[in-house]
């Protein structure tokens, strides 16, 4: 027996309790409900919880914290599965399963009027409206809407349309009337007796009854062509191509099959997967997944009872046939739980045990993800300790010049986040106040232009800085961020090239890495990237000078008109080897002649 403080109070409220169906209750000290459960006999259940040391830790601690005892008496076992639910989603308990599932689900509203509208909406108002659903399957909703507004011309504006305002011309034709969307009940293009039979044809599309549908549009059909109208016969003709095509998709088993649900679970150490089908006439009109949240010793069967509770309440099923995959207790007065064991049955309970398998997969790879990410913390962390920083390096920058003889001097700035590059902040930068190969004087200036801009736009500032180069580079950086009154609040170091020393303000001695330490691979990639984004930069403006100073020298020819000659022929070469009428065809006689007098 387990041990707890108020066993002699416990005890007492036990023996009071009835051996009837319902729910009870458990309290810890504070007077919060730490746990709600059903029982079919009140007294014996509650009993059976410190009778004995249960083989859940988790259940024996919640019993060791159990300080009040409350139930509620109810008519039924079935009234005892709705009233636990509701507890359980009203308090959500400590050690409940914690269902994972708060949607609200889509319905397809018929709404209670003259000339009746057709939407979509997940609010059920009490008017005399019908409604059909709810739809698990956003998807679903919107393929039937698109079929209905295919097969049927109704309107969608919300007048309220009277016989007496549609006599008097009180309203006036849309633009969906002259679109086709519409046949304008608002000015008497169709009467109501008419738009209430395509009414009735959308209410048996919404029930699942598609054959009696497609039965009345073929009798119509033949009745058109009988008196030679095939415009309309042919239009009708579209209509039962598109319920085929609607139908074939969502049959999969004997039309027979009418208002079914199905079930099935998978389980590991943490949770509870349920997957629901809705079958009418054969065809699946609903599908939705639920996961479950173990808290202690649940059964599978108390956790697939619970899930069936939950989604029939929550989409209102009224179905008398229940198939699932193993059997259960089920309270349901009026509703038959089968374990098909073969035929179309059987193939739907695996169709719903496939869908539940690769719902968990999904999960699963979810978390592969975060556990990716929990990763990048680590080495967060690592690189922290490693270079002696303040906090996680989540926000790097590195720099590197390029120069070829002082030519051309740029300089590049790449940013990583969670130790990945993000591109998005990649920037270039063209030397300005720096004539001739410094590389020093270059390195102060992009520092000093960088974080100034980022501080008059009010920007987020990196963790780090990684300068590419070693202790000279390293105090040109650290004289930029003096001036911007940053020196001490960025941590700054220096990689140089030979040994993959790296540098830190203030300290003579370098400090080297393990190789394969995750630390030096990251601060390697960077300067890698920062090198190669450099270096592409340099090339492409090399490019662009040498063909500027090419066709530049020549008289008459502007930087536009060296622009569109470049556009044209790609490169400076193609110029020389075009022929006048080639170059007059893009820059007119006057200049053509002076390009190709310069070349020839």
Not at 55 to 77: C, F, G, L, P
Not at 455 to 477: C, M, R, Y
Not at 501 to 513: N, T
Request: a positive charge; one cysteine or more; charged letters at 30%.
């Amino acid at each position: 027996m387990i041990k707890n403080k108020n066993i002699d109070h416990l005890k007492s409220l036990i023996s009071a309790l009835p051996e009837e169906p319902g729910v009870y209750q458990f309290f810890d000290e504070n007077s919060t409900i730490i746990y709600v459960g059903k029982a079919k006999r009140l007294k014996r259940r509650v009993a059976s919880y410190f009778n004995k040391v249960h083989d859940n830790a988790k259940t024996n601690i919640m019993v060791r914290k159990i300080s009040e005892i409350r139930h509620i008496v109810v008519n039924s076992e079935e009234d005892a599965l709705l009233l636990e639910n509701n507890l359980i989603k009203k308090h959500q308990p400590r050690y409940n399963v914690l269902l994972k599932d708060d949607k609200s689900f889509p319905w397809i509203c018929i709404k209670k009027e003259n000339f009746p509208r057709v939407f979509v909406t997940r609010n059920l108002v009490k008017d005399g409206s019908e409604y059909f659903g709810p739809y698990t399957s956003v998807k679903m909703v919107r393929t039937l809407m698109d079929m209905i507004r295919s097969l049927y011309k109704l309107r969608t504006c919300n007048l309220s349309l009277n016989s007496e305002g549609i006599l008097n011309g009180k309203f006036k034709l849309c633009l969906e009337y002259h679109i086709g969307n519409c046949k304008a009940p608002c000015e008497g293009k169709i009467n109501q007796e008419e738009y209430n039979e395509t009414i009735q044809a959308i209410r048996n599309i919404l029930k699942g009854n598609i054959r009696m549908v497609t039965s009345h549009l073929k009798e119509k059909m033949t009745d058109l062509v009988v008196e030679y109208r095939f415009e309309e016969a042919h239009s009708i003709k579209e209509k039962l191509e598109l319920l085929d095509k609607y139908q074939s998709k969502s049959t999969i088993v004997n039309p027979s099959i009418n208002n079914v649900d199905v079930y099935s679970i998978l389980e590991d150490e943490e949770s509870a997967y349920v997957n629901f089908l809705k079958v009418v006439n054969g065809a699946i009109i609903q599908a939705h997944t639920i996961e479950l949240k173990k808290k202690i010793e649940e059964s599978k069967e108390d956790l697939l009872l619970m899930a069936i509770t939950e989604i029939r309440q929550k989409i209102y099923s009224t179905a008398k046939e229940i198939l699932v995959p193993f059997e259960i207790d089920l309270p349901y007065t009026g509703v038959k739980c089968l374990i098909p064991q073969r035929g179309d049955k059987r193939k739907l309970l695996d169709l719903s045990l496939r869908n539940v398998k690769y719902y968990r997969l999904e999960k699963l790879k979810q978390g592969e993800k975060s556990r990716k990410q929990s990763n990048s913390d680590r080495i967060m962390e690592r690189m922290k300790t490693d270079l002696r920083l303040k906090d996680q390096p989540i926000h790097i920058e590195c720099f590197d010049n390029s120069n070829i003889q002082g030519t051309n001097p740029v300089a590049s700035c790449v940013v990583f986040r969670n130790g990945r590059p993000y591109k998005k902040d990649y920037r270039h930068f063209n030397i300005k106040t720096v004539v001739g190969a410094n590389d020093f004087a270059s390195m102060e200036e992009i520092i000093y232009r960088r974080y100034k801009r980022l501080l008059d736009e009010n920007q987020t500032l990196p963790q780090l800085i990684v300068i590419d180069g070693g202790k000279g580079q390293l105090g040109a950086a650290l004289n930029s961020l003096g001036k911007l009154d940053l020196r001490g609040k960025i941590s700054v170091i220096g990689i140089a090239k030979k040994l993959e020393e790296i540098y830190f303000p203030g300290d003579p001695y370098p400090l080297y890495l393990d190789k394969n330490s995750e630390t030096l691979k990251i601060i390697q990639y960077l300067r890698n990237e920062s090198h190669r984004f450099a270096i592409t930069f340099h090339r492409q403006k090399r490019s662009k000078a040498f063909i500027g100073s090419e066709l530049d020298k020549i008289d008459g020819i502007g930087p536009k008109t060296v622009q569109k000659l470049i556009q044209r022929f790609k490169s400076v070469d193609n110029v020389k080897k075009a022929t006048l009428n080639e170059i007059s065809e893009e820059i007119g006689s006057s200049k053509a002649l002076s390009v190709w007098k310069y070349f020839n």
